[in-house]
C-alpha cells in the first residue's frame, strides 16, 4: 500500500469521524476540537458508538483510557467490549464509559495532595486529541483527577494552560484588530536517542535498571573526528528507522526527518510541528514505539539523557509557537518586523515571560538525567538565555537604544562556481549553545531531556506567556492611541528585561560571571532549580491563570525532587553493588593472577624480568583500595540520608551521594584500564558503542 493510504490508519481523525459520524455530531465535535466550546455530553452516545465499530473493524476487543500520571509515563487499564446479552455478549462502548473511566489513584503519586487511602480517581475523555487503535486495544486520551477534584496528570494543566494562553492572546489580537475564534500553541518535539543491540544491553545491569551506565571507561574512539553527524546510516539502523518511520505513519505522527547524531550509535528523529496538546500525547506514543520497533530488530532504545560518559547526551528540541485558527503565527516577523507591532507586542511578552519566570523554566526540565548534559559543551548551559538572531537582535537593540532600526535582509549566495545554483542565504544565524532561540517564527527551548514529557515546560511556556499577555491586554485597552501606547510599553518592558537576551557563546567562558552580573540563575541541578516552584510569585502565576491550585502546583514540585531522589538512590544502590559483587573481586582476582605470574617465573628463574607485573600489581592494588573506601564512603553517607525529608534528601543527593558516585567510578574506570579484558565482569564501551553493523 502507498504511505497516503496508511498514513493515520489506526486513529479516529478527522476524515474518519466524518466519514461515520452523523453529521450535526460530527459539527458539534469540530467545535469542541477547533474552537475549545465545551463538549456537548447528548453526542457522547454516538461518538461512542462509532468510534467502537471503527476499532472493532481494526481488530480491536479492549478500550482504554490512556492519561499521563506524575509518574512521567503514560498509564492505561484495559476493559473489553463485551456485555452480557441473554445468552450470549455484544460488543459496546457507552457514552458514559467513554466520557468517564474509573482507574485506582492510590498507588499515583500525588505530592502530598491526598492521602493514600482515598483510593477513588477519575479519568475524563480528551476529545481534542484522537483516539486510536494500538494492539488490539481502543486508546482513548485522557485526563486524571483525583476523587477529591486534584488533577493528577499532565495533559489537564497543559490543557488548561493553553486555555489562558487562548483567552490572553485573543485579548491583545483584538485590540489590532486581528480576528480568530482560538489561538493555538503549537509543538515539534526533536527526539535523539542511541540505539545498541540487545546483547549488549543484557550485559549490562546498570543501564537495565537504571538506563545508564554507572561504570565504563572511555573507547578509544568517540566522536573527536566530528565524522558521525548526518553520516550514512549502518544498513540496521536504517532499517529500524524505515520500520520506525511506517509505524509512526499508522498512528499519524508526522516523522519528518531522520539522521544520525554526534555521538557513536546516537540518532534523531524530528517531526512536524502539531497542536500542543496532541504533540505531547504523540510525543510519548513516539517513545514507546520507537522501543518496541528496536526489540524487533534485535536491538534497543535507550532515551536516558546521559547513558555514557564522555560523549553527547540526547536531548529533545521543543519548537514552540503560536498560531490563530486562521493561520497566522504570531511569532511571524513578516517582511518588515520594524512596523509588525503585533509581532514585536508577542515577541516582547515572550522575552518578558522568560526573564520573569527563567526559575520555573529552568525547573520544568531538571531531573537527575538531565543534569548530567546541562552545560556539558553538547547542551545548553543551566541558565536561562534568550537568543534572537542578527534580525531580531538587531530589531531589539535599536529600540532597547533608541537607534534607527537597520534591517537585515536575506541575501542570495552561491559558493562561488558557474555550476553552482544561487541559493538564499537566511537573514540571521542559529545558536545551538542557546536554551531558549528564536529560529524565524518560533523558539526553540533546547534544554528538555531526551525521556521527558514535554507538558511539563509547555504547561510553564503556556502559563507565563498568558501571564504576561494579561499584563499587555489590561495597559492597552481603552487606550485611544493604540500605537503609541504599545510602542512605549514594548520600548519599557524590553529594557526592564534585555538581560535575558544573550546572542553569544553559551559554552564560552565569558557567559557564566556575565549572567552572575546580570542577576540570572544558574541551578545546575534538580536540587537547586526545582525549590523555586514553592516561592510565592511562582505558585501564584500558575494560579492566577488558572492552571494549578496552590496545592497542586506545590503537589507537583515535591513530586519532582521526591523521583529525583529516587532515581539517585536506585543508581547509587547499583552502583554499590556493581562494585562490591562484580568489579572489586574481579580487580583483585586479576592481581592475583600477575601475582601467581610472578611467582612462576621466579620458580623457574629467578633472573626473569617481572618489572610489568609489579608496577601493574602495584597500581592496581592502590586503585582498588581507593575504590574500597569510596564505596564505603558512598554507602555511609546513603545510609545517613533522610530520604523522609524531600528537599533535605534532595540537596544530599546533588551535593554529597552525586560526587561520591563520581569518585566511585573515577576509581572503577581506572582499574577497567589496567584490568585485562578477560577478567573485567563488564563489556567495554566500544562493545556497547559499536555492537549495531
Known amino acids: 500500500m502507498h504511505l497516503h493510504e496508511t498514513f493515520g490508519e489506526n486513529v479516529f481523525n478527522d476524515s474518519v469521524q466524518k466519514e461515520r459520524l452523523p453529521k450535526e455530531v460530527y459539527k458539534a465535535l469540530r467545535a469542541t476540537i477547533e474552537s475549545g466550546k465545551r463538549l456537548d455530553t447528548s453526542i457522547a452516545g454516538a461518538v461512542a458508538a462509532a468510534m467502537k465499530d471503527w476499532a472493532v473493524s481494526k481488530g480491536a476487543t479492549h478500550y482504554a483510557h490512556w492519561f499521563q500520571p506524575l509518574t512521567g509515563l503514560t498509564a492505561e487499564k484495559h476493559d473489553s467490549f463485551i456485555e452480557p446479552d441473554g445468552d450470549g455478549v455484544i460488543m459496546r462502548l457507552t457514552g458514559k464509559s467513554l466520557i468517564v473511566g474509573e482507574p485506582d489513584a492510590s498507588s499515583f503519586p500525588s505530592g502530598g495532595s491526598r492521602a493514600t487511602y482515598m483510593a477513588r480517581g477519575y479519568t475524563a475523555w480528551d476529545p481534542t486529541s484522537p483516539a486510536f487503535v494500538k494492539e488490539g486495544t481502543l486508546y482513548i486520551p485522557s485526563i486524571f483527577v483525583s476523587y477529591t477534584g486534584e488533577t493528577l496528570d499532565k495533559k489537564a494543566p497543559l490543557l488548561r494552560s493553553m486555555t489562558a494562553l487562548n483567552v490572553q492572546a485573543k485579548r491583545i489580537l483584538k485590540l489590532f484588530g486581528v480576528e480568530c475564534k482560538k489561538v493555538n500553541t503549537t509543538v515539534g518535539p526533536e527526539q535523539e536517542y542511541f540505539l545498541i543491540t540487545e546483547e549488549a544491553y543484557n550485559q549490562r545491569k546498570d543501564i537495565q535498571l537504571t538506563g545508564r551506565t554507572l561504570f565504563g571507561a572511555p573507547a578509544t574512539r568517540g566522536q573527536e573526528l566530528e565524522d558521525l553527524y548526518f553520516g550514512a546510516l549502518k544498513t540496521k539502523v536504517s532499517e529500524y528507522m524505515r520500520d520506525l518511520d511506517n509505524e509512526l505513519w499508522k498512528y499519524g505522527i508526522l516523522s519528518k526527518t531522520k539522521h544520525n547524531e554526534v555521538a557513536p550509535a546516537q540518532h534523531e528523529m524530528a517531526p512536524i510541528y502539531t497542536t500542543t496538546s496532541v504533540a505531547v500525547d504523540t510525543n510519548m506514543l513516539t517513545m514507546e514505539i520507537m522501543k518496541k520497533v528496536a526489540q524487533k530488530h534485535g536491538l534497543v532504545c535507550l532515551l536516558h539523557e546521559k547513558p555514557f560518559v564522555g ?46 519566570y527563567q526559575g520555573i523554566l529552568r525547573a520544568s526540565i531538571a531531573s537527575a538525567a538531565n543534569d548530567h548534559r546541562l552545560g556539558a559543551n553538547e547542551a545548553p548551559p543551566a541558565i536561562m538565555s534568550v537568543y534572537l538572531g542578527d534580525q531580531i537582535g538587531a530589531l531589539v537593540d535599536s529600540i532597547v537604544s533608541g537607534s534607527n532600526y537597520v534591517p537585515v535582509k536575506a541575501e542570495k549566495s552561491s559558493i562561488g562556481v558557474p555550476e553552482s545554483p544561487i541559493f538564499p542565504k537566511d537573514a540571521t544565524d542559529r545558536n545551538r549553545t542557546s536554551p531558549f532561540a528564536f529560529t524565524g517564527n518560533k523558539f526553540e527551548f533546547r534544554m528538555l531531556g531526551s525521556q521527558a514529557n514535554v507538558a511539563d515546560p509547555n504547561i510553564v511556556l503556556n502559563t507565563i506567556v498568558a501571564e504576561a499577555f494579561e499584563l499587555f491586554a489590561d495597559e492597552l485597552e481603552g487606550k485611544k492611541d493604540l500605537e503609541k501606547a504599545a510602542n512605549n510599553l514594548i520600548e519599557r518592558e524590553l529594557k526592564a528585561h534585555y538581560r535575558i537576551i544573550y546572542n553569544n557563546d553559551g559554552y564560552g567562558p565569558d557567559w557564566e560571571p556575565e549572567a552572575l552580573k546580570r542577576g540570572l540563575l544558574n541551578n545546575k541541578t534538580t536540587a537547586d532549580a526545582v525549590p523555586v516552584f514553592f516561592e510565592d510569585k511562582n505558585v501564584q502565576v500558575f494560579v492566577k491563570q488558572g492552571v494549578y491550585t496552590e496545592q497542586e502546583a506545590i503537589a507537583r514540585a515535591n513530586i519532582q525532587l521526591e523521583n529525583y531522589v529516587k532515581t539517585i538512590n536506585i543508581e547509587a544502590l547499583t552502583m554499590l553493588r556493581m562494585a562490591k559483587q562484580d568489579i572489586i573481586p574481579a580487580v583483585s582476582d586479576y ?34 583500595d581507593e575504590l574500597y573506601k569510596n564505596v564505603v564512603k558512598l554507602e555511609r553517607d546513603l545510609a545517613s540520608v533522610d530520604k523522609e525529608n524531600v528537599l533535605a534528601a534532595s540537596q544530599a543527593m546533588a551535593h554529597v551521594i552525586m560526587p561520591d558516585m563520581q569518585a566511585v567510578r573515577k576509581c572503577a574506570d581506572a582499574a577497567e584500564e589496567l584490568t585485562s579484558s578477560d577478567y573485567w565482569p563488564y563489556i567495554s564501551y566500544y562493545d556497547i558503542l559499536y555492537s549495531v553493523k
Open 311 to 356: 560523549i553527547n547526551g540526547s536531548g529533545k528540541h521543543n519548537n514552540w509557537s503560536m498560531s490563530t485558527d486562521t493561520g497566522v503565527n504570531l511569532l511571524s516577523p513578516g517582511e518588515s518586523p520594524e512596523t509588525n507591532t503585533v509581532f514585536k507586542l508577542v515577541l516582547t511578552a515572550v522575552i518578558k515571560a522568560v526573564d520573569d
Open 591 to 624: 592481581v592475583a593472577s600477575l601475582c601467581a605470574n610472578v611467582s612462576a617465573k621466579n620458580a623457574v628463574c629467578e633472573n626473569i624480568p617481572f618489572e610489568t607485573e609489579k608496577a601493574v600489581i602495584t597500581q592496581l592494588a592502590s586503585i582498588n
